[in-house]
């Protein structure tokens, strides 16, 4: 799918929520964040895309805005 971004870099300063293992993992975080109204990306890690190719280890995004929110959902939903 690749990187969903609505941010524009030269306003927003973008910085990593967190890094895991799949796609899929991915899809359901930015799912849960965007249900929230938080706006975040996904995208290949380097080493994703050097070593792996196709899938892989994927980053999620959020503005550094609204980094503490978004760790608190995510923390949230990791603890039900």
């Known amino acids: 799918m690749g990187v ?3 941010y524009d870099p030269r ?9 895991v293992s799949s796609q899929a993992e991915a899809d359901m975080i930015t ?4 249900a ?3 706006e975040c990306a996904d995208r290949p890690t380097a080493i994703a895309a050097d070593v792996m190719g196709v899938g892989g ?3 999620v995004l959020v503005n ?3 980094l503490d929110a978004a760790q608190a959902l995510l923390d949230e ?4």
């Not at 306003?11 to 890094?19: D, F, H």
Request: aromatic share 4%; with cysteine.
């Open 77 to 80: 939903s990791t603890t039900d």
């Open 11 to 19: 306003v927003a300063e973008i910085v990593r929520l967190t890094v």
């Open 64 to 66: 550094e805005d609204d």
């Open 36 to 38: 929230n109204g938080i």
């Open 4 to 6: 969903r971004c609505a």
């Open 57 to 59: 280890w994927t980053e």
């Open 31 to 34: 799912g849960l964040l965007r």
